[in-house]
């Protein structure tokens, strides 16, 4: 009996192994397979000149081959050449971009011009650019707003620019040539902006102690109702500078800042530049 695990026997004898010329020879010669294979396609070339040119051009290619990317851009800051497979073929060479030259004299001079720099940490800029290029009195309220500091560390407004009930007499359609900031006495009035002291002393109609801050091309500032001043007539200023002490000189009825701000002589509202 045969026994169903074991191994067959063979009947005759094995057949002699075919040796590889034979198996050739009974394929079909195909004429164009050669061709074929001389013949590089798009993928072919792109995955041939990522292996020429590293590592980093073949994450492109990968991306290429599922579709994600049309067009391979491959950066490179040398020429890197594809060596083609045989002679005639063209090369490809991918070149970085030739970068413009700039060179000037060792004896030039070179000036930056401090005026048109405007900054957080230059907030004179600004103002300074506007009245390099025109008159005070032409700058638009949206260009002006903001190019002068604060003559208060704290600004409360009070009384505003303009007509108003005079807080004196009670009388009716006084106008009130600035702006009104509620201060105790003696707290540190600030210059808004750079500029030369052109007045500092007693103000006879009304404006009690006073300074007066000319920034140039027709802008200035006036503090008003000061107990005290520091500056004298003369002297430059920087913006936040102390200049004074608030108080309630003059025609005053309590302690508080009044601010102008005139514009080639004539006082306009001074929240149009804070």
């Given at each position: 009996m045969q026994n169903a695990r074991g191994r067959r026997r063979a009947s005759g004898p094995a057949p002699e192994p075919r040796l590889a010329e034979a198996i050739a020879a009974d394929r079909p010669r195909d004429?164009?397979?050669?061709?074929?294979?001389?013949?590089?396609?798009?993928?072919?070339?792109?995955?041939?000149?990522?292996?020429?040119?590293?590592?980093?051009?073949?994450?492109?290619v990968a991306l290429?081959?599922?579709?994600?990317?049309?067009?391979?851009?491959?950066?490179?800051?040398?020429?890197?050449?594809?060596?083609?497979?045989?002679?005639?073929?063209?090369?490809?060479?991918?070149?970085?971009?030739?970068?413009?030259?700039?060179?000037?004299?060792?004896?030039?001079?070179?000036?930056?011009?401090?005026?048109?720099?405007?900054?957080?940490?230059?907030?004179?800029?600004?103002?300074?650019?506007?009245?390099?290029?025109?008159?005070?009195?032409?700058?638009?309220?949206?260009?002006?707003?903001?190019?002068l500091g604060g003559?208060?560390?704290?600004?409360?407004?009070?009384?505003?620019?303009?007509?108003?009930?005079?807080?004196?007499?009670?009388g009716a359609g006084e106008f009130h040539r600035g702006q009104d900031f509620a201060a105790q006495?003696?707290?540190?009035?600030?210059?808004a902006a750079s500029g030369t002291v052109t007045f500092s002393g007693w103000h006879p109609y009304g404006g009690g102690n006073r300074v007066v801050i000319d920034h140039g091309n027709g802008l200035e500032t006036t503090y008003n109702h000061l107990s005290s001043s520091s500056v004298q007539v003369g002297q430059k200023v920087t913006r936040g500078e102390v200049i004074a002490l608030s108080g309630t000189t003059g025609a005053s009825t309590g302690c508080h800042l009044h601010f102008e701000v005139m514009?080639?002589?004539?006082?306009?509202?001074?929240?149009?530049w804070l």
């Open positions: 004429a164009q397979r050669e061709a074929r294979r001389r013949r590089r396609g798009p993928f072919r070339q792109v995955t041939d000149f990522a292996s020429a040119s590293g590592v980093g051009q073949k994450a492109g290429a081959a599922t579709g994600l990317l049309l067009t391979v851009t491959v950066p490179a800051t040398s020429p890197v050449l594809a060596a083609g497979e045989q002679q005639g073929e063209a090369s490809a060479s991918v070149a970085s971009p030739a970068q413009p030259k700039v060179s000037a004299e060792a004896a030039a001079e070179i000036d930056f011009s401090r005026t048109s720099v405007s900054t957080t940490g230059d907030p004179d800029g600004k103002l300074k650019q506007l009245l390099s290029a025109q008159s005070a009195g032409s700058i638009s309220r949206s260009a002006s707003v903001g190019t003559p208060l560390t704290t600004l409360v407004k009070s009384s505003p620019f303009g007509y108003r009930v005079s807080p004196i007499t009670g006495c003696g707290t540190e009035v600030l210059a514009v080639n002589g004539d006082v306009v509202d001074p929240t149009g």
